[in-house]
C-alpha cells in the first residue's frame, strides 16, 4: 500500500468515525421513516464520490493481490469507473459529469 508521512494519518481513518456516524442515521432514519432520506444533487455528489473512492482503493487492492501490469490496472481502474457512471445513469438519469458542470465552468 502507499506510503504515508508519519504524522499524517490516512483520510480513511479520518472518516472512519463520521461514516460510521451516517450509516447509522441513515439505518435510523429508515427503521423509523416510511420516506426516502431527501439527498440533493450535491448530498448525491458527494456520496457518489465517497463510494468511488472506496471502489476504486479496493480494485487497486485486488490489482496488488493479482500483480496485475500498469496497462491492465489503469484499463481496469477505467472500466470500473465507467460501469459506475453507467449504472448511475440507467437506475437514475443522473449523467455523473453533469455533477460537476458548475465547478468544470469556473
Same mark, same amino acid.
Given at each position: 500500500m502507499n506510503q504515508i508521512n508519519e504524522d499524517t494519518q490516512a483520510i480513511g481513518e479520518k472518516l472512519k468515525p463520521l461514516l460510521?456516524?451516517?450509516?447509522n442515521a441513515l439505518w435510523e432514519y429508515e427503521c423509523a421513516n416510511n420516506s426516502v432520506p431527501g439527498f440533493d444533487d450535491d448530498s448525491f455528489r458527494s456520496i457518489i464520490k465517497l463510494f468511488a473512492a472506496a471502489l476504486l482503493e479496493?480494485?487497486?487492492?485486488l490489482q496488488e493481490r493479482e500483480s496485475l501490469c500498469d496497462e491492465d490496472r489503469i484499463n481496469m481502474a477505467l472500466a470500473a469507473a465507467?460501469? /459506475?457512471?453507467?449504472?448511475?445513469?440507467t437506475y437514475t438519469d443522473?449523467?455523473?459529469?453533469? /455533477?460537476?458542470?458548475d465547478e468544470l465552468n469556473d
Open positions: 460510521a456516524i451516517m450509516e479496493r480494485v487497486w487492492q465507467s460501469e /459506475l457512471k453507467k449504472l448511475i445513469k443522473i449523467d455523473t459529469e453533469g /455533477l460537476y458542470a
